[in-house]
């Protein structure tokens, strides 16, 4: 059973930063490439930045130079692998819900995401 869990959102002014961190288990996500999504208020869910087996890294244009996608393919004693996403200069237009899942995104694997909230 898949699960992805993300964590590490929260409350923070402009300029600050954040550092999400999602655990994937129930497969051998060291295996697919992986990537971060953003849901806005009132707008469709889109793709942040994701990362191959390779470490290859791809960001929307909105993030380049701000966000860092990275990841552990060492699973942890339990199956859980992480991907992380370090978040620097946040901006009011950062406000969402961001969820991890593959790259492509499996429709099934999306999880409950964490709220991201930049506000003076």
């Known amino acids: 059973q898949v699960q992805l869990v993300e964590s590490g959102g929260g409350l923070v002014q402009p300029g600050g930063s954040l550092r999400l961190s999602c655990a994937a288990s129930?497969?051998?996500?060291?295996?697919?490439?992986m990537a971060w999504y953003r849901q806005p208020p009132g707008k469709q869910r889109d793709l942040v930045a994701s990362?191959?087996?390779?470490?290859?890294?791809?960001?929307?244009?909105?993030v380049k130079g701000r966000f860092t996608i990275t990841r552990d393919d060492t699973p942890t004693q339990h199956g859980v692998y992480h991907v992380y996403l370090q978040m620097n200069s946040l901006r009011p237009e950062d406000t969402g819900v961001y969820y991890c899942?593959?790259?492509?995104?499996?429709?099934?694997?999306w999880g409950q995401g964490t709220q991201v909230t930049v506000s003076s």
């Open positions: 990362i191959t087996i390779t470490d290859r890294t791809n960001y929307a244009d909105s």
């Open positions: 899942n593959t790259f492509p995104a499996a429709a099934s694997f």
């Open positions: 129930g497969r051998d996500f060291s295996l697919r490439s």
